[in-house]
């Protein structure tokens, strides 16, 4: 993965306070004068809390949903679900700054039973693959009031990368916070092209050429009394996790027309036992360290695609 929340801007306006009953606009609940969703600082913390801890304690999310394949001029073909879970903690900085350790994995399954795929036939090229899960031990992160402009996802500094700042004000953190029926709702993304660490010429049947562009698209859903409670340090959220991305190596798809399509559900878990057992047994088994709270900082970042490059060989 590209790998998990980093972070974006925004805020939405709404016309009038009388638009539609029961939609209110964020910040201007006269018991919550206190937290300003236009203020950065306000954003960044409430952002923390929603999707982590302020506490510096850990915490653990997991991610459920299904992979299509996106191939031009065809309907969109369910090729594997994928299961998962991360855990990490945001730390606070003398500076005022937030570094956020997070390291994931997830489990590619079978479409119709659920079981966890060690090989997978691809149907378009009718090729048995060697499945490889996802397994990245350092997706971190620095969170400020500004949104990062060199964001830390990996060595290499041929990239771009765009966050959501859809109201031209800059790159202030504020994020398009909205309030609704006692919810509080938060959409964000990431939009990104960097530099394939596959080298097109080397790695002939896993690479998808040059560059590869990801697309991240993330929705939480938490009580909005609970969000303002100045009391709580983190809340439980549910969300939803939506992704754009290139064919992944180990399906030996090269330069084929294309891309995945990501459709997850996401949701903050207190503990790992709070996971479903048969993806705790799969990592006992097979990633035993990501059963472990601890997420000490680690630079630079791992995608699935330094990953894969170090693990496994071009084949031929």
Request: include cysteine; hydrophobic fraction near 35%.
């Amino acid at each position: 993965m590209f790998d998990s929340p980093l972070n974006r801007r925004t805020a939405f306006k709404l016309l009038g306070a009388s638009v539609m009953a029961g939609l209110a606009t964020p910040g201007r609940a006269a018991s919550h004068a206190s937290f300003d969703f236009d203020n950065p600082a306000d954003n960044l913390r409430g952002f923390l809390k929603l999707t982590s801890s302020l506490a510096d304690e850990p915490i653990v999310g997991w991610y459920s949903g299904m992979v299509f394949g996106n191939v031009p001029g065809e309907i969109l073909r369910p090729l594997f679900r994928l299961e998962g879970f991360g855990v990490g903690q945001t730390t606070r900085q003398d500076n005022g700054t937030f570094q956020s350790s997070w390291k994931e994995v997830g489990y590619y399954k079978d479409v119709k039973t659920g079981q966890i795929l060690e090989e997978w036939k691809n149907p378009y090229n009718d090729e048995v693959c060697e499945v490889m899960h996802i397994h990245n031990e350092a997706v971190n992160t620095v969170l400020s009031t500004r949104f990062p402009e060199v964001p830390p996802l990996s060595e290499t500094v041929d990239f771009e990368m765009e966050f959501p700042n859809y109201s031209g004000s800059g790159s202030e953190f504020v994020l398009p916070w909205q309030v609704m029926d006692g919810h509080i709702t938060l959409w964000n993304d990431f939009r990104g092209k960097i530099k394939n660490v596959l080298d097109p010429k080397v790695w002939k049947r896993e690479s998808t050429g040059e560059y590869i562009r990801i697309t991240e698209l993330f929705q939480f859903v938490a009580d909005y009394e609970q969000f303002m409670d100045p009391d709580l340090d983190q809340i439980d959220y549910t969300g939803a996790w939506n992704r754009l991305a290139p064919w992944l190596p180990w399906m030996l798809m090269g330069r084929h027309p294309g891309e995945l399509f990501y459709r997850c559900t996401t949701v903050k878990a207190a503990r790992f036992e709070d996971l479903p057992k048969d993806i705790l047994a799969y990592t006992e088994k097979h990633y035993p360290d990501y059963l472990d709270y601890n997420t000490p900082w680690k630079m630079p970042n791992e995608s699935s695609w330094e990953v894969y490059m170090k693990e496994r060989e071009p084949v031929k």
